[in-house]
Nanobody, 123 residues
Framework: QVQLVESGGGLVQPGGSLRLSCAAS????????MGWYRQAPGKQRELVAGVSHDGSTDFADSVRGRFTIFRDNAKNTVTLQMNSLKPEDTAVYYC?????????????????WGQGTQVTVSS
């Protein structure tokens, strides 16, 4: 099995910054894509930012230019740096990892989620 452990988050004033980190551990064979999603009350979960193994990134239009994402392939970690935060960024943020893991000498598809961390942007 594979576990994702998130850290960071909290309360910040508009215009402030936060950093979220996520570490994957367990029976990992490879991780193709790591990303951060968020879900606000009453809304669907949406992709915030993602990064592939080759370093290519994708961002939601609402965060492009304010958020950056980077990963350490050797450590299986991904970090989301959030700057110029706005009240509409308030949500629970989830880390996701997709790839392959091994169990019982077989490879299986990996699509694992972290437990979620609250980000609140408010004055």
């Amino acid at each position: 099995q594979v576990q994702l452990v998130e850290s960071g988050g909290g309360l910040v004033q508009p215009g402030g910054s936060l950093r979220l980190s996520c570490a994957a551990s367990g029976s990992i064979f490879s991780i193709n894509h790591m990303g951060w999603y968020r879900q606000a009350p009453g809304k669907q979960r949406e992709l915030v930012a993602g990064v592939s193994h080759d370093g290519s990134t994708d961002f939601a239009d609402s965060v492009r230019g304010r958020f950056t994402i980077f990963r350490d392939n050797a450590k299986n970690t991904v970090t989301l740096q959030m700057n110029s935060l706005k009240p509409e960024d308030t949500a629970v943020y989830y880390c996701n990892a997709q790839g392959l893991y091994y169990t019982s000498s077989r490879l299986r598809q990996l699509d694992s989620w972290g437990q979620g961390t609250q980000v609140t942007v408010s004055s």
